[in-house]
Structures are given as structure tokens and as C-alpha cells.
């Protein structure tokens, strides 16, 4: 998902020639990374000396990596509000606890099929140990809260910022935390 297969053979050709590897991460679904990313993302942190204690689940397009770097949260993606992605956050949560747990919800403006309302995803936030919100969110007038795209950066800014100054995440200890996640296929 997310690539063209026609682009691999010109990618393995460069880096053969610049002595670089090439590995091929596959999944079924996009949600199906998100558990192992944030797994990942919080050994790493920790392994830092951060606390690894704020889950930040992000929707759709509402989403800032670079604040979820800065804050020192565990990013968890999900493709939608919508049911399955409320579940596979469910299923996360069954075996990780936070202090914080901090949801944005993408508003589509529409009712749809499959739509995890409000109440499933406070809820899903009420499981911090501590506190659990959904952040720059007019919860009646979800699933049309448009406000929420210019609210939720302000919302982000107010997060605690990390202990640490930011480092990249070494690529091999990345590729080993994605490998532990059985719906993650690493191919060399």
C-alpha cells in the first residue's frame, strides 16, 4: 500500500550502487502499523530517559509528528474515527497503559457508516492513568467541527515539552521494533 511496485527495481539499482540496503515493509491495512510504531516509538523513548507516557492518537491528516517528536509522545495513528480504528486502539490499550492519553479526531462532515462518535473515542482517552482528553474538539458538532483544523496545532503547543533534545531513531532499532509486530512483514 502506498507504493508503486513498477518504482523498486530502480530503487534496488541505486542502492546497490551507493551500497545501501533496501528493506520492504509490508502490511495489510494502513492501520495495521500503528501499535508497532508507537511500541517502538516508546522503548525508544525510554531507552532516552523519557518518560514514554503520553499517548498522542492522531487522525487522518490531524496529526504533527514534528510536536509529537518535541513532546516526547507516543505517536498512535489511526486512518479515521471510524470503528475499526477505534478497535485497534482498544486492542493497543489492552496490553499499554499511559498517564496521558490525548486523541485528535479528523471531522470528515459526515455521518458515515462506520463512524466511532465521540463518546467511543473519550472513552478510549479515559483509560490514562492519570488524563485523558480529546484536544481542540467541539464534541457536538462532531463529525462537522471544521474549527478543529485550525484549533488543534494551538492544542499540540501546549503539550509539555520533552526532556531531551530530539535524535534521530537509529534505522536497525526501528526496523527490529516493526519486526516484533506480527501484521508487519520486513523483506530484504
Known amino acids: 500500500m502506498g507504493f508503486s511496485n513498477t518504482l523498486l527495481p530502480s530503487v534496488q539499482?541505486?542502492?546497490?550502487?551507493?551500497?545501501?540496503?533496501?528493506?520492504e515493509v509490508r502490511y495489510d491495512h494502513p492501520q495495521d502499523v500503528a501499535a508497532g510504531v508507537a511500541e517502538t516509538t516508546r522503548g525508544w523513548l525510554q531507552d532516552r530517559g523519557e518518560p514514554g507516557q503520553r499517548l498522542l492518537v492522531s487522525s487522518?491528516?490531524?496529526?504533527?509528528?514534528?510536536?509529537?517528536?518535541?513532546?516526547?509522545?507516543?505517536?498512535?495513528?489511526?486512518?479515521?474515527?471510524?470503528?475499526?480504528?477505534?478497535d485497534d486502539l482498544a486492542f493497543y490499550l489492552d496490553g499499554a497503559t499511559y498517564d496521558h492519553i490525548d486523541v485528535l479526531l479528523f471531522n470528515h462532515g459526515?455521518?458515515?457508516?462506520?463512524?466511532a462518535d465521540t463518546g467511543t473515542w473519550q472513552q478510549l482517552a479515559d483509560r490514562a492513568s492519570e488524563r485523558g482528553r480529546l484536544l481542540a474538539l467541539d464534541t457536538a458538532a462532531?463529525?462537522?467541527?471544521?474549527?478543529?483544523?485550525?484549533?488543534?496545532?494551538?492544542?499540540?503547543?501546549k503539550l509539555p515539552k520533552s526532556s531531551r533534545p530530539w535524535a534521530p531513531m537509529p534505522v536497525d532499532e526501528a526496523l527490529a521494533g516493526l519486526a516484533a509486530d506480527p501484521r508487519i512483514t520486513l523483506a530484504r
Open 110 to 115: 459526515a455521518e458515515s457508516v462506520g463512524l
Open 13 to 23: 539499482a541505486w542502492a546497490a550502487t551507493h551500497g545501501h540496503p533496501v528493506v
Open 142 to 157: 462532531f463529525p462537522s467541527d471544521f474549527s478543529t483544523f485550525a484549533r488543534y496545532a494551538g492544542a499540540l503547543r
Open 60 to 86: 487522518f491528516v490531524v496529526h504533527d509528528p514534528w510536536r509529537t517528536i518535541t513532546t516526547g509522545s507516543v505517536p498512535f495513528w489511526t486512518f479515521f474515527p471510524v470503528r475499526r480504528a477505534a
